[in-house]
């Protein structure tokens, strides 16, 4: 299981050189480190992470980690970047008692991101019902989609417009760890469908989120107004 923090600007281009180790922590270049750890890796990626504004809830990741290793599910919560919440999100994982079952990689370089995209077998977006999540589409989902990775959002307007539940993706309630846990219990035992669902939202968005989409869109939608 995974997760991003840190905005995707200036922060996720920084490097890091921490090593993963017994306090969870893995720096850049430690992809290939972090393959040897076992599966299911499980991450969330998301575009901002800043204190007060609650749009990620990686803490519900987090949970729902320690509830299916409860379950006797052996997974691990990769969380990649950095962000003012990161001491807290560490400090929760301790608390949870996770170990190196939450791995948070500090900042990584742009370029090494899809090296991350490679370990993972389902891409998590956990997010709050507010309304700038109702609204505003993050990237992040969309490009785990484009790697045929199987995305597991929270059901918000905006995340519902690009998930498509059992088709290019799954849905949880959002802030509610037992939703996500079960969600991500039901693909840790179905293979199959985890690449079902990541296969359909690849060819989704090569399909319908290109350039030249878009611009047929734009061109229709003008020619409607009398535009020439």
């Not at 846990?181 to 939202?201: T, V």
Request: net charge neutral; proline share 6%; hydrophobic share 40%.
């Amino acid at each position: 299981m995974s997760g991003e923090q840190g905005r995707t600007g200036e922060q996720d281009e920084a490097s890091g050189n921490s090593e993963a180790g017994e306090h969870g922590k893995a720096g850049d270049g430690a992809a290939t480190r972090l393959e040897r750890l076992g599966r299911m890796l499980l991450r969330c990626y998301p575009p901002a992470y800043r204190h007060g504004r609650g749009e990620e809830i990686l803490g519900t990741l987090l949970e729902a980690t320690r509830l299916l290793r409860d379950r006797g599910i052996k997974v691990r919560a990769l969380i990649v970047g950095d962000g003012p919440e990161r001491p807290a999100l560490q400090r929760q994982a301790a608390d949870l008692g996770l170990g190196e079952a939450a791995i948070f990689t500090g900042r990584v370089p742009a370029a090494k991101v899809r090296e991350f995209h490679a370990l993972l077998d389902v891409f998590v977006v956990p997010r709050t019902p507010d309304r700038v999540c109702q609204l505003v589409t993050p990237l992040k989902p969309v490009e785990a989609m484009a790697s045929g990775l199987c995305v597991v959002t929270s059901e918000v307007k905006a995340l519902a417009e690009i998930i498509k539940p059992d088709v290019t993706g799954a849905l949880t309630i959002p802030q509610d760890p037992v939703s996500l846990a079960d969600r991500l219990e039901f693909l840790f035992y179905s293979p199959d469908i985890r690449k079902k669902l990541g296969d359909s939202a690849r060819e989704w968005v090569a399909r319908d989120r290109t350039w030249a989409h878009h611009a047929a869109r734009y061109k229709d939608a003008y020619a409607r107004l009398g535009a020439t």
